[in-house]
Protein backbone atom coordinates (compact mmCIF):
# COMPACT_ATOMS: atom_id res chain seq x y z
CA UNK A 1 0.00 0.00 0.00
CA UNK A 2 1.44 3.30 -0.96
CA UNK A 3 -0.41 4.97 2.15
CA UNK A 4 -2.12 8.32 1.61
CA UNK A 5 -0.07 9.60 -0.91
CA UNK A 6 -1.93 11.33 -3.53
CA UNK A 7 -0.74 11.55 -7.71
CA UNK A 8 -1.23 14.08 -9.45
CA UNK A 9 -4.23 12.25 -11.68
CA UNK A 10 -5.78 11.63 -8.37
CA UNK A 11 -5.89 14.84 -7.08
CA UNK A 12 -7.33 15.87 -10.29
CA UNK A 13 -10.31 13.02 -10.26
CA UNK A 14 -11.10 13.91 -6.35
CA UNK A 15 -11.73 17.45 -7.31
CA UNK A 16 -14.01 16.30 -10.02
CA UNK A 17 -16.08 14.30 -7.64
CA UNK A 18 -16.29 17.19 -5.99
CA UNK A 19 -17.75 19.49 -8.60
CA UNK A 20 -20.16 17.05 -9.82
CA UNK A 21 -21.31 16.33 -6.33
CA UNK A 22 -24.30 14.34 -7.08
CA UNK A 23 -23.64 12.87 -10.11
CA UNK A 24 -19.95 11.68 -9.87
CA UNK A 25 -19.67 8.42 -11.94
CA UNK A 26 -16.85 6.94 -14.18
CA UNK A 27 -18.11 8.69 -17.47
CA UNK A 28 -19.11 11.85 -16.60
CA UNK A 29 -15.94 12.38 -14.39
CA UNK A 30 -13.85 11.83 -17.42
CA UNK A 31 -15.55 14.26 -19.59
CA UNK A 32 -15.47 16.94 -17.10
CA UNK A 33 -12.05 16.25 -16.49
CA UNK A 34 -11.03 16.31 -20.22
CA UNK A 35 -13.59 19.57 -20.34
CA UNK A 36 -11.11 21.17 -17.23
CA UNK A 37 -7.60 20.01 -18.36
CA UNK A 38 -7.78 19.32 -21.86
CA UNK A 39 -6.40 16.24 -21.86
CA UNK A 40 -7.24 12.98 -23.72
CA UNK A 41 -8.30 10.70 -20.94
CA UNK A 42 -8.93 6.60 -20.91
CA UNK A 43 -12.02 5.02 -19.28
CA UNK A 44 -9.68 2.76 -17.43
CA UNK A 45 -7.36 5.57 -16.01
CA UNK A 46 -10.38 7.36 -14.17
CA UNK A 47 -11.79 4.17 -12.73
CA UNK A 48 -8.48 2.79 -11.47
CA UNK A 49 -8.02 6.15 -9.71
CA UNK A 50 -11.28 6.19 -8.32
CA UNK A 51 -10.68 2.29 -7.15
CA UNK A 52 -7.72 3.24 -5.44
CA UNK A 53 -9.32 6.45 -4.24
CA UNK A 54 -11.90 4.26 -2.32
CA UNK A 55 -9.17 1.97 -1.00
CA UNK A 56 -7.56 4.96 -0.01
CA UNK A 57 -10.83 6.21 2.06
CA UNK A 58 -10.87 9.34 0.40
CA UNK A 59 -14.40 8.23 -1.66
CA UNK A 60 -17.39 6.33 -0.85
CA UNK A 61 -19.44 4.81 -3.54
CA UNK A 62 -22.93 3.40 -3.91
CA UNK A 63 -24.81 1.87 -7.27
CA UNK A 64 -27.79 4.00 -8.88
CA UNK A 65 -28.50 6.30 -11.90
CA UNK A 66 -29.52 3.60 -14.38
CA UNK A 67 -30.62 4.74 -17.85
CA UNK A 68 -31.54 3.48 -21.05
CA UNK A 69 -28.61 4.65 -23.10
CA UNK A 70 -26.61 2.52 -20.48
CA UNK A 71 -28.64 -0.41 -21.68
CA UNK A 72 -30.45 -0.16 -18.40
CA UNK A 73 -27.04 -0.64 -15.90
CA UNK A 74 -26.67 1.34 -13.05
CA UNK A 75 -23.50 4.00 -12.67
CA UNK A 76 -21.24 3.88 -9.78
CA UNK A 77 -21.62 7.47 -7.94
CA UNK A 78 -19.10 8.85 -6.04
CA UNK A 79 -18.77 11.07 -3.18
CA UNK A 80 -16.25 12.72 -1.06
CA UNK A 81 -15.26 11.52 2.61
CA UNK A 82 -14.38 13.96 5.06
CA UNK A 83 -10.91 12.15 4.35
CA UNK A 84 -11.23 12.89 1.36
CA UNK A 85 -11.95 16.65 1.63
CA UNK A 86 -9.03 16.89 4.18
CA UNK A 87 -6.44 15.08 1.67
CA UNK A 88 -7.46 17.88 -0.88
CA UNK A 89 -6.92 20.86 1.65
CA UNK A 90 -3.96 19.36 2.70
CA UNK A 91 -2.36 19.27 -0.38
CA UNK A 92 -3.66 22.72 -1.71
CA UNK A 93 -2.34 24.29 1.68
CA UNK A 94 1.06 22.60 0.91
CA UNK A 95 1.31 24.08 -2.63
CA UNK A 96 -0.09 27.45 -0.88
CA UNK A 97 2.57 27.72 1.54
CA UNK A 98 5.35 26.33 -0.88
CA UNK A 99 3.92 29.31 -3.67
CA UNK A 100 4.63 31.74 -0.85
CA UNK A 101 8.43 30.08 -0.62
CA UNK A 102 9.47 30.82 -3.72
CA UNK A 103 11.18 34.24 -4.16
CA UNK A 104 9.82 36.63 -6.49
CA UNK A 105 12.86 36.96 -8.18
CA UNK A 106 12.88 33.01 -9.64
CA UNK A 107 9.91 34.41 -11.17
CA UNK A 108 11.40 37.19 -12.93
CA UNK A 109 14.16 35.04 -13.89
CA UNK A 110 12.25 33.06 -15.75
CA UNK A 111 10.80 35.56 -17.60
CA UNK A 112 13.99 37.35 -18.53
CA UNK B 1 -35.24 2.84 -32.19
CA UNK B 2 -33.53 -0.07 -31.71
CA UNK B 3 -30.04 0.76 -30.53
CA UNK B 4 -26.70 -0.89 -32.23
CA UNK B 5 -24.57 -3.11 -29.25
CA UNK B 6 -21.41 -3.70 -29.29
CA UNK B 7 -20.10 -7.08 -30.11
CA UNK B 8 -21.17 -9.05 -28.19
CA UNK B 9 -17.88 -11.49 -27.46
CA UNK B 10 -16.32 -8.22 -25.94
CA UNK B 11 -18.97 -7.68 -23.59
CA UNK B 12 -18.66 -11.29 -22.61
CA UNK B 13 -14.70 -11.16 -22.60
CA UNK B 14 -15.21 -8.13 -20.48
CA UNK B 15 -18.05 -9.35 -17.71
CA UNK B 16 -15.49 -12.57 -17.89
CA UNK B 17 -12.49 -10.90 -16.40
CA UNK B 18 -13.78 -8.22 -14.16
CA UNK B 19 -14.89 -8.39 -10.57
CA UNK B 20 -18.42 -7.70 -9.43
CA UNK B 21 -17.72 -4.57 -7.69
CA UNK B 22 -16.68 -2.46 -11.48
CA UNK B 23 -18.08 -4.80 -13.92
CA UNK B 24 -21.56 -3.47 -14.22
CA UNK B 25 -20.79 0.18 -13.49
CA UNK B 26 -18.26 0.14 -16.04
CA UNK B 27 -20.31 -1.69 -18.74
CA UNK B 28 -23.10 0.78 -18.19
CA UNK B 29 -20.01 4.02 -18.42
CA UNK B 30 -18.97 2.01 -21.92
CA UNK B 31 -22.20 1.16 -23.35
CA UNK B 32 -22.83 5.14 -22.76
CA UNK B 33 -19.78 5.86 -24.28
CA UNK B 34 -20.16 3.44 -27.14
CA UNK B 35 -23.59 5.16 -28.33
CA UNK B 36 -22.05 8.48 -27.92
CA UNK B 37 -19.49 7.10 -30.67
CA UNK B 38 -21.47 5.27 -32.48
CA UNK B 39 -23.40 8.21 -33.44
CA UNK B 40 -20.62 10.47 -34.06
CA UNK B 41 -17.76 8.58 -35.40
CA UNK B 42 -20.03 5.69 -36.86
CA UNK B 43 -20.55 1.63 -36.14
CA UNK B 44 -17.41 0.25 -36.79
CA UNK B 45 -14.80 2.87 -35.28
CA UNK B 46 -17.15 2.93 -32.34
CA UNK B 47 -16.80 -1.25 -32.01
CA UNK B 48 -13.26 -0.96 -32.34
CA UNK B 49 -13.09 1.95 -29.61
CA UNK B 50 -15.18 -0.59 -27.55
CA UNK B 51 -12.91 -3.15 -27.79
CA UNK B 52 -10.05 -1.26 -27.44
CA UNK B 53 -11.65 -0.27 -24.17
CA UNK B 54 -12.14 -3.42 -22.90
CA UNK B 55 -8.25 -4.33 -23.34
CA UNK B 56 -7.59 -1.12 -21.38
CA UNK B 57 -9.34 -2.59 -18.57
CA UNK B 58 -6.76 -6.04 -18.30
CA UNK B 59 -5.30 -4.26 -15.40
CA UNK B 60 -5.13 -6.07 -11.92
CA UNK B 61 -7.65 -3.20 -10.48
CA UNK B 62 -10.23 -4.49 -12.31
CA UNK B 63 -9.88 -7.91 -12.25
CA UNK B 64 -8.78 -8.70 -8.12
CA UNK B 65 -11.69 -9.57 -6.26
CA UNK B 66 -12.49 -7.05 -4.04
CA UNK B 67 -13.33 -7.04 -0.10
CA UNK B 68 -17.23 -5.52 -1.42
CA UNK B 69 -18.39 -8.08 -3.58
CA UNK B 70 -20.32 -10.68 -3.56
CA UNK B 71 -18.72 -13.71 -1.95
CA UNK B 72 -20.12 -16.36 -4.14
CA UNK B 73 -18.02 -19.17 -4.63
CA UNK B 74 -19.39 -21.75 -6.72
CA UNK B 75 -16.25 -24.02 -6.93
CA UNK B 76 -15.39 -24.55 -3.52
CA UNK B 77 -18.87 -25.23 -2.95
CA UNK B 78 -19.12 -27.90 -5.90
CA UNK B 79 -15.70 -29.53 -4.67
CA UNK B 80 -17.26 -29.58 -1.01
CA UNK B 81 -20.05 -31.32 -2.17
CA UNK B 82 -17.68 -33.78 -4.01
CA UNK B 83 -15.31 -34.66 -1.45
CA UNK B 84 -18.48 -35.22 1.32
CA UNK B 85 -19.92 -37.61 -0.85
CA UNK B 86 -16.73 -39.42 -1.47
CA UNK B 87 -16.37 -40.03 2.27
CA UNK B 88 -19.91 -40.38 2.80
CA UNK B 89 -19.33 -43.43 0.38
CA UNK B 90 -16.03 -44.40 1.91
CA UNK B 91 -17.64 -45.29 4.85
CA UNK B 92 -20.44 -47.16 3.48
CA UNK B 93 -18.74 -49.35 0.95
CA UNK B 94 -21.69 -51.80 0.67
CA UNK B 95 -24.50 -49.51 0.23
CA UNK B 96 -22.65 -47.05 -2.20
CA UNK B 97 -21.46 -50.00 -4.33
CA UNK B 98 -25.21 -51.19 -4.80
CA UNK B 99 -26.64 -47.71 -4.90
CA UNK B 100 -23.69 -46.87 -7.82
CA UNK B 101 -23.58 -50.52 -9.54
CA UNK B 102 -27.30 -50.70 -9.39
CA UNK B 103 -27.83 -47.32 -11.24
CA UNK B 104 -24.94 -48.60 -13.69
CA UNK B 105 -26.69 -51.81 -14.40
CA UNK B 106 -29.81 -49.91 -14.80
CA UNK B 107 -28.51 -46.84 -17.21
CA UNK B 108 -26.98 -49.63 -18.76
CA UNK B 109 -29.84 -52.12 -19.47
CA UNK B 110 -31.85 -48.57 -20.25
CA UNK B 111 -29.35 -47.91 -23.15
CA UNK B 112 -29.55 -51.56 -24.11
CA UNK B 113 -33.49 -51.01 -24.73
CA UNK B 114 -32.94 -47.90 -26.73
CA UNK B 115 -30.50 -49.15 -28.85
CA UNK B 116 -32.86 -51.92 -29.85
CA UNK B 117 -35.64 -50.69 -30.40
CA UNK B 118 -33.93 -47.91 -32.51
CA UNK B 119 -32.91 -51.00 -34.48
CA UNK B 120 -35.98 -52.62 -34.46
CA UNK B 121 -38.27 -49.54 -36.02
CA UNK B 122 -35.30 -48.81 -38.21
CA UNK B 123 -36.93 -51.15 -40.74
CA UNK B 124 -39.12 -50.28 -44.29
CA UNK B 125 -38.90 -46.78 -43.18
CA UNK B 126 -39.38 -46.34 -47.22
CA UNK B 127 -42.81 -47.66 -47.31
CA UNK B 128 -45.47 -44.87 -46.70
CA UNK B 129 -48.09 -47.55 -45.34
CA UNK B 130 -45.70 -49.67 -44.21
CA UNK B 131 -47.63 -50.57 -41.14
CA UNK B 132 -50.11 -52.05 -43.21
CA UNK B 133 -48.01 -54.64 -45.33
CA UNK B 134 -47.48 -57.73 -44.13
CA UNK B 135 -45.82 -60.98 -45.01
CA UNK B 136 -47.31 -64.08 -44.61
CA UNK B 137 -45.37 -67.54 -43.46
CA UNK B 138 -45.83 -70.65 -41.75
CA UNK B 139 -45.12 -71.02 -38.29
CA UNK B 140 -44.44 -75.14 -37.67
CA UNK B 141 -44.63 -76.56 -33.66
CA UNK B 142 -44.39 -79.66 -32.24
CA UNK B 143 -42.97 -81.10 -29.13
CA UNK B 144 -39.39 -80.82 -29.74
CA UNK B 145 -39.40 -79.11 -33.06
CA UNK B 146 -40.35 -76.01 -34.79
CA UNK B 147 -39.71 -74.46 -37.97
CA UNK B 148 -40.65 -71.48 -39.74
CA UNK B 149 -40.98 -70.52 -43.76
CA UNK B 150 -42.22 -68.04 -46.10
CA UNK B 151 -43.86 -70.37 -48.66
CA UNK B 152 -47.21 -70.35 -49.21
CA UNK B 153 -50.31 -72.53 -51.08
CA UNK B 154 -50.31 -70.73 -54.39
CA UNK B 155 -54.33 -70.07 -54.28
CA UNK B 156 -53.74 -68.43 -51.11
CA UNK B 157 -54.33 -64.69 -51.84
CA UNK B 158 -57.35 -65.42 -53.89
CA UNK B 159 -58.70 -67.17 -50.49
CA UNK B 160 -57.22 -64.15 -48.67
CA UNK B 161 -59.23 -61.48 -50.57
CA UNK B 162 -62.62 -63.10 -50.73
CA UNK B 163 -62.67 -64.41 -46.48
CA UNK B 164 -61.53 -61.49 -45.22
CA UNK B 165 -62.47 -58.17 -46.81
CA UNK B 166 -60.26 -55.98 -44.92
CA UNK B 167 -57.08 -57.27 -46.85
CA UNK B 168 -57.06 -54.44 -49.41
CA UNK B 169 -54.46 -55.75 -51.56
CA UNK B 170 -52.29 -59.16 -51.93
CA UNK B 171 -49.74 -60.17 -54.33
CA UNK B 172 -47.72 -63.48 -54.43
CA UNK B 173 -43.92 -63.21 -55.13
CA UNK B 174 -42.38 -66.60 -56.78
CA UNK B 175 -38.17 -66.10 -56.21
CA UNK B 176 -35.86 -68.73 -56.78
CA UNK B 177 -32.63 -67.28 -56.85
CA UNK B 178 -32.19 -70.70 -59.79
CA UNK B 179 -34.91 -68.42 -61.66
CA UNK B 180 -32.40 -67.18 -64.44
CA UNK B 181 -33.48 -66.01 -67.63
CA UNK B 182 -32.34 -64.76 -70.91
CA UNK B 183 -33.20 -61.41 -72.52
CA UNK B 184 -33.04 -59.94 -75.62
CA UNK B 185 -34.27 -56.44 -76.26
CA UNK B 186 -35.55 -56.05 -80.06
CA UNK B 187 -33.29 -55.47 -82.99
CA UNK B 188 -30.07 -57.30 -80.47
CA UNK B 189 -28.82 -60.03 -81.96
CA UNK B 190 -27.50 -61.42 -78.40
CA UNK B 191 -29.05 -62.91 -75.80
CA UNK B 192 -28.24 -61.07 -72.07
CA UNK B 193 -28.33 -63.08 -69.21
CA UNK B 194 -30.58 -62.50 -65.92
CA UNK B 195 -30.81 -63.41 -62.57
CA UNK B 196 -32.14 -61.13 -59.92
CA UNK B 197 -35.63 -62.41 -61.67
CA UNK B 198 -39.28 -63.09 -59.97
CA UNK B 199 -42.61 -63.58 -61.25
CA UNK B 200 -45.03 -61.55 -59.12
CA UNK B 201 -48.73 -60.70 -58.96
CA UNK B 202 -49.59 -57.12 -60.67
CA UNK B 203 -50.90 -55.75 -57.28
CA UNK B 204 -47.00 -55.66 -55.84
CA UNK B 205 -45.69 -52.96 -57.35
CA UNK B 206 -48.90 -50.97 -55.62
CA UNK B 207 -48.09 -52.54 -52.20
CA UNK B 208 -44.71 -51.65 -52.43
CA UNK B 209 -45.08 -48.45 -53.60
CA UNK B 210 -42.29 -49.12 -56.01
CA UNK B 211 -42.02 -45.54 -57.92
CA UNK B 212 -42.10 -45.48 -61.81
CA UNK B 213 -39.96 -44.12 -63.87
CA UNK B 214 -41.71 -45.08 -66.92
CA UNK B 215 -45.37 -46.23 -66.94
CA UNK B 216 -47.49 -46.59 -63.65
CA UNK B 217 -47.92 -49.24 -61.10
CA UNK B 218 -50.76 -50.96 -63.27
CA UNK B 219 -47.82 -51.91 -65.78
CA UNK B 220 -48.02 -55.93 -64.81
CA UNK B 221 -51.81 -55.87 -65.22
CA UNK B 222 -50.89 -57.18 -68.93
CA UNK B 223 -49.81 -60.40 -70.16
CA UNK B 224 -46.40 -60.79 -71.17
CA UNK B 225 -44.96 -57.76 -69.12
CA UNK B 226 -41.56 -57.36 -67.07
CA UNK B 227 -40.74 -54.38 -64.79
CA UNK B 228 -37.22 -53.66 -64.93
CA UNK B 229 -35.32 -51.20 -62.68
CA UNK B 230 -33.98 -47.68 -64.07
CA UNK B 231 -30.63 -48.68 -64.64
CA UNK B 232 -31.40 -52.23 -65.99
CA UNK B 233 -33.54 -50.49 -68.99
CA UNK B 234 -30.41 -48.44 -69.71
CA UNK B 235 -28.50 -51.06 -70.23
CA UNK B 236 -31.24 -52.77 -72.85
CA UNK B 237 -32.05 -49.72 -74.42
CA UNK B 238 -29.83 -46.85 -73.74
CA UNK B 239 -30.38 -43.74 -71.90
CA UNK B 240 -33.75 -42.94 -73.97
CA UNK B 241 -36.96 -41.46 -73.07
CA UNK B 242 -39.43 -44.60 -74.19
CA UNK B 243 -42.35 -42.03 -73.89
CA UNK B 244 -44.32 -42.64 -76.94
CA UNK B 245 -44.05 -46.47 -77.01
CA UNK B 246 -46.95 -47.78 -75.10
CA UNK B 247 -44.57 -48.80 -72.55
CA UNK B 248 -41.00 -49.07 -72.70
CA UNK B 249 -41.94 -53.05 -70.86
CA UNK B 250 -44.09 -54.10 -73.99
CA UNK B 251 -41.28 -53.17 -76.10
CA UNK B 252 -39.19 -56.14 -74.37
CA UNK B 253 -41.86 -58.54 -73.15
CA UNK B 254 -41.79 -60.33 -76.84
CA UNK B 255 -37.72 -60.97 -76.28
CA UNK B 256 -38.26 -62.92 -73.31
CA UNK B 257 -37.25 -66.46 -73.35
Known sequence: ?112 | MKMDKPPRWAVALFRWFCNDHLSEAVLGDMLELYDRRRSELGKFKANMLFIWNVVQFIQPFAIHKRRSSSPLNTFDMFSNYFKTAWRSMSRQKLYAGITVGGFALGLAACMMIFLFIRNEVSFDKYYKDGNRIFRLYNKYTEPGDSDQWANVPTPLTAVLKQDYPDIEKAARIMSFRMTNVLVRPDGSPDNSFENGFVYADPEILDILEIPMVFGDTQALNRAYTVVMTRSKAIQYFGNIDPIGKHSSLMTINRSLM
Open chain 1, 1 to 112: MKGTYLGEFEELVLLTVGILYDNAYGLGILDELEKQSGRNIMISAVHKSLVRLEDKGYLKSRMGGASETRGGREKRLYTLTAAGSKVLAQSRELRNSMWKQVPKMAWDGNNG
